[in-house]
């Protein structure tokens, strides 16, 4: 299984291109998750079509250009909506896909709307690609840390989607002192490695428990 832990959705990127090449192939097929919004900004099909839909989604054309990069047909992306989508639809959606995308923004309300949906077991039955940015990249561990920002006041761990539990992420990484205070928190409370993937300029890579860094990732261990 492949896993791609990203920071924004800018995936044809000059130092992303080379190696997300090899696993991205013109002929599979994407679900995007679009699960990860925020309640006091999408309250409605309207809400969510601004920022999705193919008619006026703000990050609409970013997302399928993004695959178009790699030759992937608009035909082969579909996205999963919260009000328009059933429970069985939005599973028959993943189990169709080759490529799980799940979006940045809120990850804790995306695992309650994947709970909310019953897609858990759906997902993690998935054995091609997992990929996302942000909240779509902690997402994709058995448990993730927050570090205080505009959206979650105060640092706090979270239960992901259990594919990977080697290590933790920083998201977003600019060298701050909150953000170096929760990584040192993180090692002396978990013991693990933490990845702190720079800005829009750091990704991992895990293809099938093989872990590989991509452009700006800083290593953290214990000491």
Same mark, same amino acid.
């Not at 013109?26 to 679900?31: K, R």
């Not at 099909?45 to 703000?58: A, C, R």
């Not at 998935?126 to 990249?137: F, K, N, P, Q, T």
């Given at each position: 299984m492949i896993h791609i832990l990203l920071e924004g959705y800018d995936i044809d990127?000059?130092? $992303?291109? +080379?190696e997300l090449k090899?696993?991205?192939?013109?002929?599979?097929?994407?679900?995007?998750?679009?699960?990860s919004f925020r309640d006091n900004r999408v309250k409605s099909i309207t809400d969510w079509n601004l920022l999705y839909s193919k008619e006026n989604g703000k990050y609409y054309d970013g997302i399928t250009g993004g695959f178009a990069s790699y030759g992937i047909p608009e035909e082969n992306i579909t996205f999963i909506n919260?009000?328009?989508?059933?429970?069985?639809?939005a599973a028959q959606k993943i189990e169709k896909a080759d490529?799980?995308?799940?979006?940045?923004? $809120?990850? +804790?309300r995306m695992m309650d709307r994947i709970k909310e949906f019953n897609l858990y077991d759906t997902l993690m039955r998935h054995d091609?690609?997992?990929m996302g940015y942000s909240a779509g990249a902690v997402i994709q561990l058995s448990e993730y840390h927050l570090s205080p920002d505009g959206d979650y006041?105060?640092?706090?761990?979270?239960?992901g989607l259990p594919y990977l539990d080697s290590f933790y992420i920083e998201v977003h990484y600019e060298g701050t002192d909150i953000q170096n205070e929760?990584?040192?928190?993180?090692?002396?409370?978990r013991g693990k490695t933490v990845y702190a993937t720079s800005l829009r300029s750091g990704a991992i890579l895990v293809d099938n428990g093989?872990?590989?860094l991509i452009g700006n990732v800083k290593v953290y261990n214990k000491v």
């Amino acid at each position: 299984m492949i896993h791609i832990l990203l920071e924004g959705y800018d995936i044809d990127a000059v130092w $992303l291109y +080379d190696e997300l090449k090899k696993y991205i192939k013109p002929t599979h097929t994407v679900v995007v998750v679009a699960f990860s919004f925020r309640d006091n900004r999408v309250k409605s099909i309207t809400d969510w079509n601004l920022l999705y839909s193919k008619e006026n989604g703000k990050y609409y054309d970013g997302i399928t250009g993004g695959f178009a990069s790699y030759g992937i047909p608009e035909e082969n992306i579909t996205f999963i909506n919260y009000f328009t989508d059933t429970k069985e639809s939005a599973a028959q959606k993943i189990e169709k896909a080759d490529i799980v995308y799940f979006l940045g923004g $809120l990850p +804790d309300r995306m695992m309650d709307r994947i709970k909310e949906f019953n897609l858990y077991d759906t997902l993690m039955r998935h054995d091609g690609i997992v990929m996302g940015y942000s909240a779509g990249a902690v997402i994709q561990l058995s448990e993730y840390h927050l570090s205080p920002d505009g959206d979650y006041p105060e640092f706090r761990y979270y239960k992901g989607l259990p594919y990977l539990d080697s290590f933790y992420i920083e998201v977003h990484y600019e060298g701050t002192d909150i953000q170096n205070e929760s990584i040192q928190r993180v090692i002396a409370e978990r013991g693990k490695t933490v990845y702190a993937t720079s800005l829009r300029s750091g990704a991992i890579l895990v293809d099938n428990g093989k872990i590989k860094l991509i452009g700006n990732v800083k290593v953290y261990n214990k000491v």
